[in-house]
């Protein structure tokens, strides 16, 4: 059970990471995205950029949706992983109240 704890504990770790480098990513994508709009309201539809400007602006919409999709999926691991985890405790927490403790005060063997 120790490995099972340490296996969960070790992909929180992981999947908190992967969390971060989204929401990171997802900023930097967003400031790009404000500059975009800018750049598109201070020229006009003839400037010859503005087309490949407004493609590349909606381009990262999208694309800033499924990191938001993504970074919602990765808080439902995270949220799996720490009542897994909680689980594992409190069942390590029980087995070590069960092995110390028992009504005749001698110490009992519990297996599972």
Known sequence: MP???TEVENQLRSV???QRRVQEYIIEIQQHLSQ????LTMNTPATPEYQETLEE???LQAYIAKLRSQAT???DVLLD???EQVDFR???LLLASLCHASPTGS???VVL
């Open 73 to 75: 999926s990765l808080d």
């Open 90 to 92: 409190n069942l390590e």
């Open 57 to 59: 602006l909606l381009a």
């Open 107 to 109: 110490r009992t063997d």
């Open 3 to 5: 490995n099972d704890l």
């Open 16 to 18: 908190s990471r992967e």
């Open 81 to 83: 992983l720490t009542l």
């Open 36 to 39: 975009d709009e800018t750049w």
